[in-house]
């Protein structure tokens, strides 16, 4: 199709919600614009055309009969429009969003949070997918996703959640009396680890800590990893923001912390572009449930 034989979109709808009203002023209230402005798409219409199209009548218009004939075309071709575009739509917002995060952040934030996103918006489908794997997010398929790190994923909008830092914590239970100093104290304890991640290793390498025998450390998903936190089972890497209760108690102590860094945390990632309805309304309940725990209300 050559598309430059064709006018303007724009002139088209104009002058097709012209055809529908009979009224300069009607149209632009519909298309909320000003009467100047619906009159000046109508004659740039007219005048690629060269074709006079519509005609004063009393206090409206009229169509000419080449105005009729036009219009006749382009209320089937609207409608087609529409239909297609409804279509589409009711598709996009019956999808269920997709989210996926760290089994840790799902089991520690997320979930004891969640009944109030469902009660709020009950024809919103979720499907949650607590993973360590990093699943990339392509068009129909993850929709949002929840990870740790400083905001630099290249390709992807980042917005920050959960500002956190990790510390290397245990149980009183386990723990004891025992004096820790030293990143040294601690590789006699059993470790427990998320799958599919690598802490232990890459906190050792942090510490400039080299092992000499082989650490004991046991590889669970990430809710039974804060799980055996709790009961002593090992000591473990982990958010500060999904421990602080454990911490305030007492039952939980701080061997290590890290830095706080600016910035660091559980950030929000889409992809660039147009974000699908139901989505908006999922990010704008994870602020407010942010913005709840600034607050000291959760």
């Known amino acids: ?18 055809a529908e009203t009979r009224s300069l002023s009607a149209a632009g209230r519909e298309l909320n614009v000003t009467h100047a402005a619906v009159s000046q798409q109508v004659r740039s219409l007219e005048n690629f055309m060269g074709l006079q199209l519509v005609a004063r009548e009393g206090r409206g218009v009229a169509l000419t009969p080449e105005g009729e004939q036009l219009y006749s075309g382009l209320s089937g071709g609207f409608e087609t429009i529409r239909e ?6 009711k598709d996009d917002t019956a999808r269920p969003l997709n989210i996926t995060m760290t089994p840790s952040f799902a089991v520690s934030w997320l979930m004891p949070r969640i009944n109030d996103f469902r009660l709020q918006y009950p024809d919103i489908e979720l499907m949650l997918n607590p993973t360590a794997e990093v699943i990339e997010l392509k068009p129909g398929g993850v929709d949002l996703a929840i990870r740790f790190g400083g905001g630099n994923w290249p390709g992807l909008e980042s917005e920050l959640l959960l500002p956190t830092n990790f510390a290397v914590v245990g149980a009183n239970c386990l723990i004891g009396d025992k004096v820790i100093e030293t990143p040294e104290d601690i590789i006699e304890f059993p470790w427990l680890q998320e799958y599919g991640t690598n802490e232990l290793a890459m906190w050792m390498e942090e510490q400039g800590v080299v092992p000499k025998g082989k650490l004991n450390i046991t590889h669970l998903p990430g809710y039974m990893v804060l799980e055996g936190l709790r009961r002593g089972d090992g000591i473990s890497a982990t958010a500060m923001a999904f421990i602080e209760p454990d911490i305030a108690s007492g039952s939980l102590r701080v061997l290590f912390e890290d830095t706080v860094r600016l910035g660091t945390g559980y950030y929000m990632l889409t992809r660039p572009g147009v974000i699908r309805p ?5 990010m704008t309940w994870l602020r407010s449930m942010r913005d709840e725990r600034k607050a000291g209300k959760i």
């Open 1 to 18: 199709m050559d598309w430059r034989a064709l006018p303007s979109l724009n002139s088209l709808k104009v002058f097709a919600v012209v």
């Open 84 to 89: 297609a575009v409804d279509a589409l739509l």
């Open 278 to 282: 139901p989505l908006k309304k999922l």
